[in-house]
């Protein structure tokens, strides 16, 4: 085996943990390699977050066309859709981030070495079983894959994950989703609105598990206004091709049914890249699914490697791995800064309305604290959603009972994803609904809606 | 005159500082009466923030059809703007939330008084000199109104400002506007983009007089794109109607030229509504600009009076003065608060891209501490930007050289008004980059480029 020499770091995935830390590491100065199979910026870039919020951009324009585009004095004779010119939008958007990153590692001198990394032990890694990568450490970073359940068998034609769907050019006339959590709904939601008829099977009682139940009823409510089909509570049984369909059998409350469609997207998890990375052999404990094993400091149960991101264990999100990515180095880079805290991340869904939370939920609260302060504004009553005819969902603010600590937000609505922030600033700095509303929000925004139901979780609403 | 008996709280004026106070007041629970003469919610709700709001909502739909329709697939035969349906739309949000208002006046036992308010002593108006009020404190909340330079006749028709113009159904061929402010751009933008050949002429040398010289410049880049020709250092010097249009002459640098146009929109200034108020009977001073003086806790000259929003001076913002009426009776009320703090009123200008910014500009900062962290990061770098085809402007933010503490944030973008309250809260919070820094950010957002500009101001950009 050929050698590329010693590195400070050796780090193997480009996804955003692994790309993120990288860079940091370098400008730590450190002598920075990472190594990479498929394309720089991972799964995020590649297949996940990046290229669906291009769809979901288009998406978001045909459904304001449609709906309030006559409303704005704005009509057209023929409205055409062509999807596959949105599907070559979202592989340019991802291939223009992915040459990014590799601009990125050219400017810190991070030398990408493409192939599959493999641990070969505690500080060397091997590429593609050829050559051979040493560092002083080793930051495992390579992510994780759809799950789909035995018997589904993934074709790219009839039956496909997020990763096909992601190069299909065409919209299917009937489209069975299973799994109601971020990925199927944003696909659900792109699929409908170029014209599919959609249905989604959820086996949870409610869509986005892990969301406040309100947001997830709120959301319900809207996917149902817009022709999509939810059912929830009703299991993923079987799959039948049925000529150039599919037949599928679901159940719920031991009644089973078939539901008859062109194509099924499974959407249902994620699982850890953890096979063939010679975990083993490297002495690396993994748990009983497959994540590796780490302390407050992302050390694996071998000092020199640490595991980030997906790998490492939930939640399976892009900027936890690049939070990880960047704490694993600076851990140990002996840089000053305050421990790793997953209290506060944000999860953001994308389609419309928009999902997005961050800290506890109410119930959590309650569960925490005995009692919690919780206040409710939805964007009926602001002006700006009026405006702009984006009135669906709420916003509800939680805060603990004594000191009126903000400890979460939920939101569910047109801007959610971007309103989000100043909540998340005020779990870090603790802030309380006081300061919440002794800051000044700008008149007409939706973020007032923020402001309005901290004021209501102090009994205090002002236009409401 | 008649008397409709005293109250513990008499507010001259419904507008976002009089019918925010108004309801705090009651919320403090005292009996409050308002008297206004024009429609509940003041120019923001009727003639202003709100309706102009719509227009946007319309303009932006119609910018992004027609500029990135296609890249997402959707192509449109025969392509109708109807100007008049949007104000429609325009004039029916007012409405509903003209109603909401009068509803929040019921709900919270406000009595409304119809009439023009006049101080007929230090604790009594009459309204249309008939009916006398009397009240332990009065607020005077009366706003502002347009002010038109000497020579330039408003007629509805060929001169308008935004207060005709909110009811004008026809979209000029070749609209020239008088003022690069907040008013100017926003209604330049939408009769841009409803077909209308625009000028604009702004006597300062930069768009938006007071937003940091960047973001103004930025902004003028894209005006230019999108075929608004922006002049800059030019006077206004005369009108003349000629035949169905008008000629106006401008003057750059003793450089006089003629505009040939179809409608001129006046969007010049503001000035305070103290006219005829009763204030020098009473006793209470005005400044030499009209505005009335008032002290650190909204006072007046007279014990009793107190005056609040653009009656009591800039910035004329209709949220600086809802926080002015919520302080104005939380003084009165004895309520335990904080100073009234105007170092951090946000500023929001609704055109795309939008602007926004919050404290200290990058010259404001330097200046005061002798240098200054900043740090930028351009949208063309936003991964959720480049998907949703909204690559214009940047985020710069200002830290303070020694602590890092965030004095400034300056957006230019599209969703530059919903992304700035993060920077509100650490304004309010004297937050350091290091806790921005130490924020999960969601990816991918928008938001991230707060982050990165934060950690640009540090020297460590990750993703640029």
Do not use: N
């Given at each position: 085996m050929s050698s590329k020499g010693r590195f400070d770091l050796v780090v193997v995935g480009a996804g955003p943990g692994g790309y993120v830390g990288a860079i940091r590491a370098a400008q730590l100065g450190m002598r920075v390699a990472i190594i990479e199979e498929d394309r720089p910026g991972g799964v995020c870039l590649n297949w996940g977050c990046i290229p669906t919020k291009a769809l979901l951009s288009g998406a978001e324009l045909v459904e304001d066309l449609t709906r309030h585009g006559e409303t704005f004095g704005i009509t057209t004779a023929g409205l055409v859709l062509?999807?596959?010119?949105?599907?070559?939008?979202?592989?340019?958007?991802?291939?223009?981030?992915?040459?990014?990153?590799?601009?990125?590692f050219k400017k810190n001198q991070i030398e990408l070495i493409p192939g599959r990394g493999r641990l070969a032990g505690p500080n060397s890694v091997s590429v593609n079983g050829e050559v051979l990568v040493e560092g002083d450490?080793?930051?495992?970073?390579?992510?994780?894959?759809?799950?789909?359940?035995?018997?589904?068998?993934?074709?790219?034609?009839?039956?496909l994950t997020s990763r096909e769907a992601l190069e299909s050019?065409?919209?299917?006339?009937?489209?069975?989703?299973?799994?109601?959590?971020?990925?199927?709904?944003?696909?659900?939601?792109?699929?409908?609105?170029?014209?599919?008829?959609?249905t989604i099977v959820e086996m949870a009682d409610q869509m986005l598990p892990g969301a406040d139940p309100e947001v997830a009823a709120a959301l319900q409510r809207e996917f149902r206004r817009?022709?999509?089909?939810?059912?929830?509570?009703?299991?993923?049984?079987?799959?039948?091709?049925?000529?150039?369909?599919v037949t599928l059998t679901v159940s719920k409350e031991g009644q089973s049914e078939e539901l008859v469609c062109d194509q099924v997207l499974a959407a249902i998890g994620r699982r850890p890249r953890s096979q063939d990375l010679g975990l083993d052999e490297a002495g690396v404990q993994v748990d009983d699914k497959g994540f590796v094993r780490v302390d407050d400091t992302l050390r694996s149960s071998?000092?020199?490697?640490?595991?980030?991101?997906d790998l490492a264990g939930g939640p399976l999100l892009a900027h936890k791995a690049s939070e990880e990515g960047i704490a694993a180095v600076e851990f140990v880079g002996g840089v000053d800064r305050g421990p790793l805290d997953h209290a506060a991340i944000p999860a953001c869904i994308y389609?419309?309305?928009?999902?997005?939370?961050?800290?506890?939920?109410?119930?959590?609260?309650?569960?925490?604290?005995?009692?919690a302060k919780v206040g409710k504004f939805p964007f009926t009553a602001s002006g700006k959603a009026i405006a702009g005819q984006h009135t669906a969902g709420f916003v509800k603010v939680v805060a603990d009972p004594e000191y009126g600590q903000i400890v979460g937000a939920h939101l569910v609505g047109h801007g959610a994803t971007e309103l989000l922030p100043e909540m998340g600033l005020a779990l870090t700095l603790e802030a309380t609904t006081r300061e919440i509303i002794a800051t000044t929000?700008?008149?007409?925004?939706?973020?007032?809606?923020?402001?309005?139901?901290?004021l209501a979780a102090e009994g205090r609403a002002l236009n409401f």
């Open positions: 062509d999807y596959g010119k949105l599907i070559d939008h979202s592989r340019k958007t991802a291939d223009r981030l992915c040459k990014g990153v590799q601009g990125l450490q080793v930051m495992l970073a390579t992510g994780s894959s759809e799950w789909v359940p035995p018997g589904l068998e993934v074709d790219g034609e009839r039956v050019r065409q919209v299917p006339a009937r489209l069975v989703v299973i799994g109601a959590g971020a990925v199927g709904i944003e696909f659900a939601y792109v699929y409908a609105m170029y014209g599919s008829q959609v817009k022709q999509i089909d939810v059912r929830l509570g009703t299991r993923y049984e079987e799959l039948k091709q049925a000529g150039a369909g071998v000092a020199s490697i640490s595991a980030i991101g389609c419309q309305p928009q999902v997005a939370w961050v800290g506890l939920t109410e119930a959590q609260a309650r569960e925490k604290y005995g009692d929000h700008a008149h007409p925004t939706l973020s007032e809606a923020l402001l309005e139901a901290t």
